[in-house]
């Protein structure tokens, strides 16, 4: 939850209001000849050093204000130090007050306070806390000790805080909203969200109404533990206990259904929104638009920007951003280009993230000489390439097996100062093994290695498909055991290439058990994986095996593809039971039609129909039967009324 909602409240409630009615309209500037009857007594107790005020400085001319030897003076220059964040200078003020038994106020000690807690200094800021009564003779209430909480919480020590917070009640003090507040979002940073929620409901028994913050920051750390539903259930329970909800909390809502790609209710927030009077704002737009993209519904995303325009709200770098990687992911880096050039006319000057984006997407494309023309552009314009967009061009040079290139700008890239990551390690790697150098590959690996980039799943995995698929299934294996030794959980691709060696090498047994492995772990394998083991058995000449496997296959949620079908349709004709290939085939769609998996049905329907082995009738009206339910036919007849009439 944004910390700037926090501090208007506190501003709100005066607790970091500190007006200063006093300000020094010149600079403090000491010699050797400036030194007061005070100074004397500092540096006979032997600190050696300028005092931090000259008797001078009260007796000034007119033209630089009258000032008298009172407490305001002290407090301006108190303010003044704590501002800037000198605290030599800060201590020394503090230490001459001390001294000269001047009245300390608890707005200074806050100003104090909260100066040690913009530093970084959360001990020191306590430290001042504490010796408010004893050392300062200044009473400790409710509004210092919320400032030295919000210290602990803005910077992170959350466990000290709930020790801090512990020790209201013996020090007399009172817990207020804000005070609740703090925690609250202290323990939903550490992911304790029903003791937040506890917290919460502990808030009217201490005679303390929740506010749109409160809220706000509970739905905020419901949606980030995918707990949506109690995030929404807040916002019904927040309206009817008479808090007004803000465009952050509607907000918070909108971006966590988002996530979940529940559109439709997040839509429905938009426009209970609209109902509440509060208009959506460039985040709120934000939100959907990312939402949209990650669903793939691009055109909507399009259309939303258009609607977005026309509510007078401004689309910035993260909308056409979003919108632009948005088309990229979908293939249409044309449409992504124009919207490039659409945000450069309304003045939006592209970043290195959009650069990067679009650079990527036109290599996937294979147009190669467009993304080089966009990467010079991007120089042209000053916009300085950055670890993200140099990755992405190294990438896209090694998709297109041009690795002498992508060598030379990562040179470009080290001279530069940018320090290359995993991923752009991980990149040249699978350019190297492209090209057929692994001892390239290997090479770059030393060298991520000796520059102290820490290799991740991504890269392991990069390293055990390249030496696996060339044939070094030894030195695949040893890596492999690295990985495990590191503490890196393999990935699907580290899983599926060790697999493929073993199976290449006819140890198709050790991959059934890496099999396994991967079904009782949280890397589940795919049809890749799938297809590698069948194809291992069927070439060892165990069918029943195979057959067996790609039952447990579709048990396991994983529809067979083209190339599953391939591989039994090979070894069923090799045998010369053609005639029985589309008996099993016929029996595969059935088996998915019955497990509602129409998609996967259709797929081998399509294989079948290419290999002129015609389903049976009963198989057809199954197949269709699913795919023309009467919700889908009514749903795409609706689509094309719209789409003709709109």
Known sequence: MPISYLIRKSQKSKLFSIPCKFSIPFS???????VSSDASDIESNGDNFDPPLADGIFSSSPQMGSFKRGDPTFHSLVMKYADSGDFSSLERVLDRMKRENRVFTEKIIISVI??????????????????????????????????????????????????????????????????????????????????????????????????AFTYSTLMDGLCKLGRTNEAVSLLDEMQIEGCFPSAVTFNILINGLCREGDLGRASKIVDNMFLKGCVPNEVTYNTLLHGLCLKGKVDKAVALLNRMVSDKCVPNIVTYGTLINGLVKQGKTSDAIRILAFMEERGQCPNEYVYSSLVSGLFKAGNSGEAMRLWQDMKEKGCRATTVAYSAFIDGLCREGNVVEARRVLSEMVEKGCSPNVLTYSSLMRGFFKAGDSQGALVVWKEMVENGCAPNEFSYSILIQGLCEDGKLKEGM?????????????????????????????RVNEGLKLLNNMLCGESKPDTITYNILLNGLCKSGKLPRAINLLCNMLDQGCDPDLITCNIFLKNLGEKKTLDNAREFLDELVIQLCKRGRSVGASTVVEVMLQKFLPPEACTWEKVIRDLCKRKKVHMSIDKCRRELFS
């Open 28 to 34: 403090l500037s000491f010699s050797s000849q400036t």
């Open 478 to 506: 040893m890596v492999w055991k690295h990985m495990l030794g590191r503490g890196c959980m393999p990935d699907v691709v580290a899983y599926s290439s060790m697999i493929y060696g073993l199976c290449n090498a006819g």
């Open 114 to 211: 909260k100066a040690y807690g913009n530093a970084g200094l959360p001990d020191k800021a306590l430290d001042v806390f504490d010796g408010m009564l004893g050392e300062f003779g200044c009473k400790q209430t409710i509004r210092s000790f919320n400032c030295a909480l919000n210290v602990l919480v803005h910077l992170g020590h959350y466990e000290q805080a709930f020790g801090f917070y512990s020790r209201a009640n013996s020090m007399g003090i009172s817990p207020n909203f804000l005070t609740f507040n703090l925690v609250i979002k202290a323990l939903c940073r550490i992911g304790s969200i029903d003791g937040a929620i506890e917290l919460f409901r502990e808030m009217p028994l201490r005679n303390c109404s929740p506010d």
